[in-house]
């Protein structure tokens, strides 16, 4: 237990008491309380460049968040709370909801970078949306929204950038991650004599199974109904690369041993471009994977309920009633890419369009070799901008209260004392050694 634990609920009936002052001078820059998120996630702070950010990247307690946190956020109605997908304690949604606090949950977009996001590499492009993500089928997302709502006929501009987008996204042979290796696919796949039909697995257990398909379902159950609707086609399955190397323990997956009778397996992981050469129809769950196929003129049936699913666009073996427009894959790609996610050029440390970001990956793809995944991307290291401390806002008018305010508040909620290491003591008597005469030649006499 921490020394100072007992002052707590004192703080936080100070904190209380200050909402309605607070709510009357609020001013300057709001504040964005990032909860749960990977200590090494500091690029998120380039992301609010208006905003002062408020960490907490350890699980918060229910007791921390009510007396630290949510005096501040009731305090000032322009407060953001932002959450790593959905990642977080289950009374933080519930407080939002109920005492309007605007909240966000944060996602990699669908260009994210050459490494994977284990390897740290910052992204390229973020999703931010509320109440729900765009894997998530149970809740229409802003993502839904604009695919429901938006004139894309009478928008030929975004149109022509989507197919101008497609055509670079495909020639550059990008992805969401490019750690894959390119070979050359005929060497594997063997001489096409029948139709090809690819699968694409998944993480087993992953948010985007869990909110996109209302039944239980993993790769070798897809694996297996593709082989049953497609009898004379050769089968290929091609496991998630952390199922295919087993470092994905946790829920447990699904082997690919169970199909090798009905399917081929692929050993090594290929790049997606590679995986759709020749390729006539390509069954998955709920992956991106289904949408790059797409966009390349494929055939995609999906067991579960995908961002482009429900479209018309797919094969749906799953109905969503929400989804009523009617989309091509181009229209899909021009809200998914880009008027949804936002991109930054993590070099230039700004935000960019979609084009500046696909150029800036596939300058990082040529650059930094997937082949070498543990290699550092060629991106500058830059420090985190500080988080500057919270503190009361303060008024030319009431200058005098505000100086007892601190004053009250240093006492009950004393700063943090910088540690510095102590200076040496001196001794009481100093022992100084006389300096020492350059010595002289001297020249012998001689006596005689």
Same mark, same amino acid.
């Given at each position: ?95 939002? &909801? ?49 695919? *429901? ?5 009478? /928008? ?25 290796? /390119? ?22 257990? /992953? ?5 996109? +398909? ?38 447990? *997956?699904?082997?690919?041993? &169970? ?60 109905? +969503? ?23 930054? /050029? ?79 003591? &001196? ?22």
């Amino acid at each position: 237990m921490k020394p100072t634990s007992w002052l707590q609920p004192f703080k936080a009936i100070y904190r209380y008491g200050r909402i309605p002052f607070r709510r009357w001078s609020a001013s300057g820059r709001p504040t964005a309380y990032v909860l749960g998120m990977s200590p090494w996630k500091t690029f998120i702070n380039d992301w609010f460049p208006d905003r002062k950010i408020v960490r907490r990247d350890r699980t918060v307690s229910k007791w921390e968040f009510y007396t630290s946190l949510v005096p501040w956020m009731l305090a000032d109605k322009r407060s953001v709370l932002c959450v790593w997908g959905y990642k977080h304690p289950p009374f933080i949604i519930p407080f939002c &909801e109920r005492f309007g606090v605007n909240y966000v949950r944060v996602e990699d977009g669908f260009l994210r970078s050459v490494a994977l996001g284990a390897t740290k590499a910052p992204p390229l492009s973020l999703c931010f949306d509320s109440p729900a993500l765009y894997f998530d089928a149970t809740a229409p997302s802003r993502l839904e929204q604009i695919l *429901q709502s938006h004139d894309f006929a009478g /928008d030929p501009v975004l149109m022509e950038r989507a197919r101008e987008g497609m055509r670079s996204l495909i020639e550059t042979r990008l992805s969401k991650y490019n750690t894959s290796n /390119d070979v050359d696919i005929e060497t594997i796949y063997g001489p096409k004599d029948r139709k090809r039909v690819l699968v694409v697995g998944q993480v087993e257990g /992953d948010m985007s199974i869990k909110k996109g +398909c209302n039944r239980a379902i993993n790769n070798n159950d897809l694996v297996r109904i593709a082989a049953r609707e497609n009898l004379d086609a050769q089968i290929i399955y091609k496991p998630h690369p952390e199922v295919l190397h087993g470092t994905r323990s946790a829920p447990p *997956q699904s082997k690919p041993d &169970e199909v090798r009778g009905i399917a081929m397996v692929l050993e090594q992981d290929i790049t997606l471009a590679d995986a759709f050469e020749t390729v006539d129809h390509v069954y998955t769950i709920t992956s991106l994977s289904g949408f790059e196929a797409l966009i390349r003129g494929i055939k995609v049936t999906c067991l579960g309920m995908p961002f482009y699913a429900g479209w018309g666009a797919t094969d749906d073996r799953q109905r +969503c009633e929400r989804r009523t427009a009617r989309h091509t894959a181009e229209e899909i790609f021009a809200a998914a890419y880009i008027l949804y996610p936002r991109y930054f /050029d993590p070099i230039l440390r700004k935000e960019v369009q979609f084009e500046q970001a696909l150029d800036l990956l596939y300058w990082m793809k040529r650059t930094q070799p997937a082949k070498k995944p543990s290699a550092v991307p060629a991106v500058k290291k830059v420090a985190a901008p500080a988080v500057p401390p919270l503190k009361l806002v303060s008024s030319s008018a009431h200058k005098a209260e505000i100086q007892v305010i601190r004053k009250v508040l240093d006492i009950l909620d004393p700063p943090a004392k910088k540690s510095v290491a102590p200076k040496p003591k &001196e001794p009481l008597l100093k022992v100084v050694k006389p300096k020492m005469p350059l010595l002289k030649s001297v020249k012998k006499k001689t006596w005689r």
